[in-house]
């Protein structure tokens, strides 16, 4: 999973401008279009953007990593 692209895919689902995420985050626009380019991320960051969007991005980094079946 490109995780800068599925943040800005739930950005989008969510109607959230890359102002208001930056704004939540403390950070200038530019840094959330960097965010969205990059393929990992630090777990800190993910974890400010799921609180933000509402969104377990984890979640979704687990599943693509051991399957939809965890145990």
């Not at 959230?16 to 380019?37: D, K, M, P, Q, W």
């Amino acid at each position: 999973m490109h995780i800068g692209h599925r943040i800005k895919e739930v950005m989008d689902q969510r109607h959230a401008s890359v102002v208001s995420v930056a704004r939540s985050l403390g950070c200038e626009r530019t840094n959330v279009y960097n965010i969205f380019v990059r393929e990992d991320i630090n777990t800190r960051l993910l974890q400010q953007l799921s609180r933000t969007l509402n969104y377990d991005f984890f979640s979704d980094l687990s599943q693509e990593t051991f399957g939809k079946n965890k145990n």
